[in-house]
C-alpha cells in the first residue's frame, strides 16, 4: 500500500509562474519529509528537506510547506524556470531514534514541465 | 566529491540469465540501497544493507538477491532475468545516524531483458 502519495503524475507550467507540487502520506509515524529531483538518465538529487516539527522550510526558490494534521506537504517552485523540467519526488521517514539506518518511502513522482 | 558509481549505464540481457549489478561508493557509507524505477510507480526498495555482510528486504525483494562483501560495494543480483525486470535500477548509500538527505544516488543502470 502506497504509504507516499503523489496523486498529479504531470504538471505544466509557464516559465516565471509557481510551480505547486503535492504530496500526501498516510503513516502518522513519519516526521521527516523530503523532495528529491530527478532528470533523465541521472539519478535523483536532494532537493529541500522539512522536520515535522516546522511547517515550512526555504531555499532560494524552493519552499516546502508541511500541514501535519492534514498528512500533507507541498513543494513551492518561485519562480519556475525552465532547468527546473523534471520529476520530482515526495519522499518519507519515521525517524527510529534506535536505529542507524534510514529507509525512506518514495511515492510516484510528478513529472513538471516549464515552457518559455 | 560524493561519488556512488554503477557499472552499466545500459544493460541487454536475456530471459534467464543470472544479472549482476554493481554499485560502488567512495563515501565510507554504513548504509547502501537498491530501487528500481518504473514509470508511475516511482522508486521502489528493493534490499538495502547497514553494514558489511548484512542486508534486508525491501518492498519488492521477488526475484532478487544482494551481495555486500565489502563496505563500498553493494551488488544486485537477478537469478535468472525475466521480462518484468526491465527497469532503471538505481543504487544510493548514505552514513548512519543522520537525516536522509544524505542519500546519494549512482545514475541508474537501464536494464532490458529480451
Known amino acids: 500500500d502506497q504509504q507516499v502519495k503523489q496523486n498529479s503524475p504531470s504538471l505544466s507550467v509557464q516559465e516565471g509562474r509557481i510551480s505547486i507540487l503535492n504530496c500526501d502520506y498516510t503513516?502518522?509515524?513519519?516526521?521527516?519529509f523530503l523532495w528529491y529531483k530527478k532528470y533523465p538518465a541521472e539519478g535523483p538529487t536532494f532537493l529541500i528537506s522539512?522536520?515535522?516539527?516546522?511547517d515550512k522550510n526555504e531555499d532560494g526558490r524552493f519552499t516546502v510547506f508541511l500541514n501535519k494534521s492534514a498528512k500533507h506537504l507541498s513543494l513551492h517552485i518561485v519562480p519556475s524556470q525552465p532547468g527546473d523540467s523534471a520529476v520530482y519526488f515526495c519522499?518519507?521517514?519515521?525517524?527510529?531514534?534506535?536505529?542507524?539506518?534510514?529507509?525512506?518511502?518514495f511515492g510516484r513522482g510528478t513529472q513538471l514541465t516549464v515552457w518559455p | 566529491d560524493v561519488k556512488v558509481t554503477q557499472s552499466s549505464r545500459y544493460l541487454v540481457k536475456r530471459t534467464g540469465e543470472k544479472v549482476f549489478l554493481e554499485c560502488v561508493q567512495d563515501?565510507?557509507?554504513?548504509?547502501m540501497f537498491w530501487y528500481r524505477q518504473d514509470p508511475g510507480l516511482g522508486l521502489r526498495l528493493i534490499y538495502f544493507?547497514?553494514?558489511?555482510?548484512?542486508?534486508e528486504k525491501g518492498d519488492i525483494p521477488e526475484g532478487y538477491s544482494v551481495s555486500r562483501e565489502k563496505k563500498e560495494r553493494f551488488s544486485l543480483i537477478l537469478e535468472s532475468a525475466s521480462t518484468n525486470q526491465t527497469s532503471m535500477y538505481l543504487c544510493?548509500?548514505?552514513?548512519?545516524?543522520?537525516?536522509?538527505?544524505?542519500?546519494?544516488f549512482g545514475p541508474g543502470t537501464r536494464l532490458l531483458v529480451l
Open positions: 544510493a548509500s548514505s552514513p548512519p545516524g543522520t537525516f536522509l538527505e544524505t542519500q546519494y
Open positions: 503513516n502518522s509515524m513519519f516526521d521527516y
Open positions: 522539512i522536520s515535522s516539527i516546522k
Open positions: 519522499a518519507a521517514t519515521a525517524l527510529d531514534r534506535g536505529s542507524t539506518l534510514g529507509r525512506l518511502y
Open positions: 563515501m565510507d557509507h554504513e548504509n
Open positions: 544493507s547497514y553494514d558489511v555482510k548484512m542486508k
